[in-house]
């Protein structure tokens, strides 16, 4: 099998076709929000269903738009780093140095630190952890998702691929149990159309709407990783679009299926909706399966984020704002590494 072929501008080979490219894109968004988040957007909708689904819709269709742009940046611009590039080349240096360090000190530093202490959280409603084993999970996670995305850029896609595909399949399955043996959806019809449109509904949907983007937050990490993607001006901008587009219809279909399980007003005073779907359908000893596949898709978001971010401190040590050892390839792995 021969090598991929490498950009030329960038050092690094290209070798990430449009699966990989739509799987990144919705594995690094599908974290614990749409866990979470949906008891809480119907909580601020007033317990309204067609209010708090509409939230949910223009939630990603403002993210759709944002792909969009993206997708049209990365094909004009296929280069490793993406949004600092982008800023670099658009702003000048000054803006892109900031975001770059602020990725490398909070932004992505301070999700995948998150998202791991998260996990373990999760994992401890599995496996009972002393706070001393959760650190040791935490600092496990951070280590295998750092190896296996050093090892190389297709080992890091295809754990990529694996994690997403299980976690999507998860919720899928989850959603089909949930429609077919609740029985919330029946209350759900009677609270589809709000009540009446006052400023109170207006400014609970947009409060809500924060959420909401949290939840869709992530995709735009895809775009980190346009110097290594096969055909960039054809497969990126078709990665990004068709993986948002794709969260979108698992986030209406998640939320459906909570409905369906507990109706509006339980539902929106869940604090764990998906977890309390899953019990009031399945028996009090499924809500392990939830937290099995938070766990799962925590590491799958952490990994999407190790796999794209340090494209971007490769890119600051090529332009000479970054330490200079990070500008270099490995020479074995093919990852700035």
Not at 289 to 294: F, K, T, V
């Amino acid at each position: 099998m021969s090598r991929p072929v490498g950009d030329p501008s960038s050092g690094l080979a290209r070798s990430l076709g449009l699966r990989d490219l739509i799987l990144i894109v919705i594995g690094s968004v599908i974290g614990s929000g749409i866990f979470i988040v949906p008891g809480t957007v119907l909580s601020q909708t007033g317990y309204q269903v067609g209010p708090a689904l509409l939230v949910w819709l223009a939630g990603g269709v403002l993210s759709l738009l944002g792909a969009l742009t993206y997708a049209e940046l990365g094909g004009m611009v296929p280069e490793a780093g993406g949004l600092y590039v982008y800023l670099r080349d658009t702003f000048g240096r000054l803006p892109a140095f900031l975001y770059g360090w602020s990725m490398f000190f909070a932004i992505s530093s301070g999700s995948v630190a998150t998202l791991a202490v998260a996990a373990a959280g999760y994992l401890n409603q599995i496996v009972p952890l002393t706070p001393v084993m959760g650190k040791v999970a935490s600092v496990a996670m951070v280590a295998i998702v750092g190896y296996v995305n050093a090892r190389g850029t297709r080992h890091g896609a295809m754990v990529q691929n694996w994690a997403t595909a299980i976690k999507v399949v998860a919720i899928l399955v989850m959603a089909a149990v949930l429609v077919s043996a609740g029985t919330g959806l029946r209350e759900a019809d009677r609270a589809i159309l709000p009540g009446s449109l006052n400023a109170a509904l207006l400014s609970g949907m947009g409060v809500a709407m924060i959420g909401v983007l949290w939840a869709y937050e992530g995709w735009q990490y895809v775009t980190f990783s346009a110097g290594e993607a096969l055909d960039p001006q054809r497969t990126f901008p078709r990665g990004i679009v068709l993986g948002t587009t794709a969260l979108i219809a698992v986030y209406l279909l998640a939320n459906v299926a909570y409905l369906a399980a507990l109706g509006p007003e339980v539902a929106g005073r869940s604090n764990a909706v998906a977890a309390d779907s899953v019990r009031a359908v399945m028996g009090p000893g499924a809500g392990t399966l939830i937290a099995g596949a938070i766990v799962i898709s925590m590491f799958g978001a952490a990994n999407g984020i190790t796999l794209t971010a340090p494209r971007v401190y490769y890119a600051m040590a090529r332009d000479g704002v970054f330490f200079k050892r990070l500008s270099e390839v490995h020479p074995r792995f093919g990852t700035p590494a």
